[in-house]
Protein backbone atom coordinates (compact mmCIF):
# COMPACT_ATOMS: atom_id res chain seq x y z
CA UNK A 1 0.00 0.00 0.00
CA UNK A 2 1.03 3.49 -1.14
CA UNK A 3 1.98 5.94 1.76
CA UNK A 4 -1.33 8.46 2.24
CA UNK A 5 -0.27 11.14 0.04
CA UNK A 6 -0.71 12.81 -3.74
CA UNK A 7 1.03 9.80 -5.09
CA UNK A 8 -1.78 7.52 -4.58
CA UNK A 9 -2.30 4.44 -6.45
CA UNK A 10 -5.95 4.38 -7.49
CA UNK A 11 -5.86 0.59 -8.16
CA UNK A 12 -4.24 0.33 -4.97
CA UNK A 13 -6.95 2.50 -2.98
CA UNK A 14 -9.52 0.56 -4.62
CA UNK A 15 -8.07 -2.94 -3.98
CA UNK A 16 -7.28 -1.51 -0.28
CA UNK A 17 -11.22 -0.92 0.04
CA UNK A 18 -12.01 -4.07 -2.07
CA UNK A 19 -10.68 -5.73 0.68
CA UNK A 20 -12.42 -3.93 3.61
CA UNK A 21 -16.01 -4.08 1.96
CA UNK A 22 -16.73 -7.28 3.50
CA UNK A 23 -16.79 -5.44 7.35
CA UNK A 24 -16.55 -1.65 6.52
CA UNK A 25 -19.68 -0.29 7.86
CA UNK A 26 -19.35 -2.75 11.43
CA UNK A 27 -15.31 -1.12 11.85
CA UNK A 28 -16.24 2.53 11.03
CA UNK A 29 -19.19 2.38 13.56
CA UNK A 30 -16.20 0.76 16.19
CA UNK A 31 -13.48 3.11 15.20
CA UNK A 32 -15.81 6.15 15.56
CA UNK A 33 -17.66 4.72 18.84
CA UNK A 34 -20.85 5.44 17.29
CA UNK A 35 -20.20 9.37 15.85
CA UNK A 36 -20.44 8.15 12.24
CA UNK A 37 -24.56 7.94 12.57
CA UNK A 38 -24.52 11.33 14.53
CA UNK A 39 -22.51 12.93 11.33
CA UNK A 40 -24.46 11.30 8.59
CA UNK A 41 -27.32 13.04 10.07
CA UNK A 42 -25.56 16.07 9.99
CA UNK A 43 -24.79 15.82 7.03
CA UNK A 44 -28.21 15.24 5.51
CA UNK A 45 -29.39 18.26 7.24
CA UNK A 46 -27.21 20.10 5.56
CA UNK A 47 -27.13 18.59 1.93
CA UNK A 48 -31.12 19.31 2.53
CA UNK A 49 -32.25 17.07 0.08
CA UNK A 50 -35.88 17.02 -1.42
CA UNK A 51 -38.49 15.36 -3.12
CA UNK A 52 -37.88 15.75 -6.88
CA UNK A 53 -33.82 16.10 -6.60
CA UNK A 54 -31.69 14.28 -8.21
CA UNK A 55 -28.27 13.45 -5.70
CA UNK A 56 -24.72 12.06 -6.38
CA UNK A 57 -23.59 10.65 -3.38
CA UNK A 58 -19.79 9.85 -4.47
CA UNK A 59 -17.23 7.74 -2.72
CA UNK A 60 -20.35 6.44 -0.98
CA UNK A 61 -19.38 2.90 0.00
CA UNK A 62 -21.92 0.58 0.49
CA UNK A 63 -24.74 3.28 -0.10
CA UNK A 64 -25.24 4.03 4.29
CA UNK A 65 -25.00 7.69 3.66
CA UNK A 66 -27.19 7.15 0.23
CA UNK A 67 -29.60 5.06 1.83
CA UNK A 68 -30.17 8.02 4.83
CA UNK A 69 -30.20 10.62 2.16
CA UNK A 70 -32.94 9.13 -0.08
CA UNK A 71 -35.30 9.22 2.83
CA UNK A 72 -35.82 12.84 1.77
CA UNK A 73 -37.58 11.51 -1.20
CA UNK A 74 -34.87 12.35 -3.25
CA UNK A 75 -33.48 10.11 -6.15
CA UNK A 76 -29.98 9.55 -4.64
CA UNK A 77 -27.33 7.52 -6.52
CA UNK A 78 -24.61 5.67 -4.83
CA UNK A 79 -20.94 6.01 -6.68
CA UNK A 80 -18.06 4.04 -5.70
CA UNK A 81 -14.73 2.75 -7.22
CA UNK A 82 -14.64 0.07 -5.21
CA UNK A 83 -16.82 -2.98 -6.98
CA UNK A 84 -16.78 -4.90 -3.49
CA UNK A 85 -17.78 -1.86 -1.49
CA UNK A 86 -20.89 -1.61 -4.03
CA UNK A 87 -21.77 -5.57 -3.67
CA UNK A 88 -21.78 -5.18 -0.39
CA UNK A 89 -24.50 -2.78 -0.64
CA UNK A 90 -26.45 -4.00 -3.22
CA UNK A 91 -29.26 -4.55 -0.20
CA UNK A 92 -29.80 -0.98 0.44
CA UNK A 93 -32.27 -0.21 -2.71
CA UNK A 94 -30.42 2.48 -4.04
CA UNK A 95 -29.03 2.98 -7.68
CA UNK A 96 -25.74 2.48 -7.70
CA UNK A 97 -23.10 3.02 -10.02
CA UNK A 98 -19.13 2.43 -10.30
CA UNK A 99 -17.64 5.45 -10.84
CA UNK A 100 -13.94 6.91 -10.86
CA UNK A 101 -14.24 10.54 -9.53
CA UNK A 102 -11.71 11.95 -11.86
CA UNK A 103 -14.05 10.54 -14.98
CA UNK A 104 -17.60 10.43 -13.94
CA UNK A 105 -19.67 8.50 -16.05
CA UNK A 106 -22.35 11.34 -16.13
CA UNK A 107 -23.52 13.82 -18.47
CA UNK A 108 -22.69 18.03 -17.68
CA UNK A 109 -25.29 19.61 -15.44
CA UNK A 110 -27.48 16.17 -14.38
CA UNK A 111 -27.57 16.24 -10.82
CA UNK A 112 -29.16 19.16 -8.40
CA UNK A 113 -26.62 17.77 -5.37
CA UNK A 114 -23.20 16.21 -5.06
CA UNK A 115 -21.83 14.68 -1.35
CA UNK A 116 -19.09 12.76 -0.41
CA UNK A 117 -18.69 11.53 3.20
CA UNK A 118 -15.12 10.08 4.41
CA UNK A 119 -13.85 9.47 0.73
CA UNK A 120 -12.71 12.78 -0.59
CA UNK A 121 -9.41 12.26 1.13
CA UNK A 122 -9.13 9.37 -0.62
CA UNK A 123 -8.99 10.65 -4.33
CA UNK A 124 -5.60 11.27 -6.33
CA UNK A 125 -6.44 14.22 -7.35
CA UNK A 126 -8.62 16.66 -5.05
CA UNK A 127 -8.67 19.96 -7.18
CA UNK A 128 -9.51 17.74 -10.33
CA UNK A 129 -11.83 15.90 -8.56
CA UNK A 130 -14.06 18.54 -7.95
CA UNK A 131 -13.83 20.50 -10.86
CA UNK A 132 -15.27 16.88 -12.48
CA UNK A 133 -17.71 16.79 -9.84
CA UNK A 134 -18.82 20.74 -10.56
CA UNK A 135 -19.24 19.68 -14.34
CA UNK A 136 -22.24 16.87 -13.45
CA UNK A 137 -23.70 19.08 -11.40
CA UNK A 138 -25.98 21.84 -12.48
CA UNK A 139 -25.82 25.61 -12.35
CA UNK A 140 -26.96 26.37 -8.52
CA UNK A 141 -26.81 22.86 -7.76
CA UNK A 142 -25.12 22.21 -4.40
CA UNK A 143 -21.93 20.53 -3.02
CA UNK A 144 -21.54 18.91 0.72
CA UNK A 145 -18.75 16.94 1.64
CA UNK A 146 -18.14 15.14 5.35
CA UNK A 147 -14.34 14.01 5.88
CA UNK A 148 -11.90 14.58 8.82
CA UNK A 149 -10.72 18.00 9.76
CA UNK A 150 -8.08 19.09 12.33
CA UNK A 151 -9.49 20.13 15.93
CA UNK A 152 -9.78 23.52 16.45
CA UNK A 153 -8.44 23.56 20.60
CA UNK A 154 -5.25 22.82 20.86
CA UNK A 155 -5.36 20.29 23.46
CA UNK A 156 -8.02 18.95 22.09
CA UNK A 157 -5.93 18.86 18.64
CA UNK A 158 -3.21 16.86 20.63
CA UNK A 159 -5.20 14.43 22.04
CA UNK A 160 -6.97 13.72 18.74
CA UNK A 161 -3.30 13.28 16.78
CA UNK A 162 -1.49 11.53 19.49
CA UNK A 163 -4.03 9.73 21.61
CA UNK A 164 -7.72 9.27 19.93
CA UNK A 165 -6.22 8.72 16.34
CA UNK A 166 -4.33 5.73 17.82
CA UNK A 167 -7.43 4.55 19.98
CA UNK A 168 -9.47 4.73 16.91
CA UNK A 169 -7.16 3.07 14.39
CA UNK A 170 -6.69 0.08 17.36
CA UNK A 171 -10.48 -0.28 17.24
CA UNK A 172 -10.59 -0.51 13.41
CA UNK A 173 -7.91 -2.90 12.92
CA UNK A 174 -9.94 -5.15 15.73
CA UNK A 175 -13.38 -4.56 13.77
CA UNK A 176 -11.99 -4.72 9.83
CA UNK A 177 -11.72 -7.57 7.76
CA UNK A 178 -8.62 -6.20 6.33
CA UNK A 179 -6.45 -4.89 9.78
CA UNK A 180 -3.55 -3.58 7.55
CA UNK A 181 -5.90 -1.17 5.76
CA UNK A 182 -6.24 1.04 8.81
CA UNK A 183 -2.62 2.05 9.09
CA UNK A 184 -3.07 3.65 5.61
CA UNK A 185 -6.45 5.29 6.81
CA UNK A 186 -5.11 6.97 9.68
CA UNK A 187 -2.44 8.33 7.81
CA UNK A 188 -4.71 9.64 5.21
CA UNK A 189 -6.33 11.50 8.38
CA UNK A 190 -3.24 12.86 9.71
CA UNK A 191 -1.92 14.03 6.18
CA UNK A 192 -5.33 15.60 5.55
CA UNK A 193 -5.45 19.43 4.87
CA UNK A 194 -7.94 21.35 7.69
CA UNK A 195 -10.78 23.60 7.32
CA UNK A 196 -9.76 26.53 5.44
CA UNK A 197 -7.29 24.61 3.27
CA UNK A 198 -9.72 22.83 2.33
CA UNK A 199 -12.35 25.29 1.45
CA UNK A 200 -9.71 26.77 -1.00
CA UNK A 201 -9.07 23.80 -2.45
CA UNK A 202 -12.59 23.95 -2.74
CA UNK A 203 -12.94 27.16 -4.40
CA UNK A 204 -10.28 27.15 -6.47
CA UNK A 205 -12.31 24.26 -8.38
CA UNK A 206 -14.47 26.64 -9.19
CA UNK A 207 -17.43 26.42 -6.42
CA UNK A 208 -18.35 29.61 -4.47
CA UNK A 209 -19.78 30.61 -1.29
CA UNK A 210 -17.88 27.90 0.48
CA UNK A 211 -18.10 27.61 4.35
CA UNK A 212 -18.14 24.76 6.51
CA UNK A 213 -19.27 23.83 9.92
CA UNK A 214 -17.35 22.26 12.67
CA UNK A 215 -18.30 18.84 14.29
CA UNK A 216 -16.91 16.97 17.44
CA UNK A 217 -14.76 20.00 17.91
CA UNK A 218 -13.49 20.09 14.53
CA UNK A 219 -12.23 16.46 14.52
CA UNK A 220 -15.10 15.95 11.54
CA UNK A 221 -15.73 19.03 9.43
CA UNK A 222 -18.55 19.55 6.70
CA UNK A 223 -17.77 21.42 3.99
CA UNK A 224 -21.05 23.31 1.94
CA UNK A 225 -20.10 25.05 -1.62
CA UNK A 226 -22.64 25.83 -4.41
CA UNK A 227 -22.08 26.10 -8.63
CA UNK A 228 -21.98 29.53 -9.91
CA UNK A 229 -24.76 29.98 -12.66
CA UNK A 230 -24.22 31.78 -16.02
CA UNK A 231 -23.11 35.12 -15.73
CA UNK A 232 -21.94 34.91 -11.69
Not at 70 to 90: K, Q
Not at 100 to 117: C, Q, V, Y
Amino acid sequence: MSRASLDKDPREVAAMFDGVAAGYDRANSVMTFGFDRRWRITTAKVLDARRGETVLDLAAGTGVSTKEYARSGAYCVAADFSLEMLRNGLDRGVPMVAADALRLPFADDSFDAATISFGIRNFVDTKAALTEIARVVKPGGRLVICEVSTPTFPPIRFLYRKVLLRAMTWLGRRASSNPDAYGYLAESMLDWPDQRSLGEIIASAGWTKVEWLNLTFGVVAIHRARKPEAGE
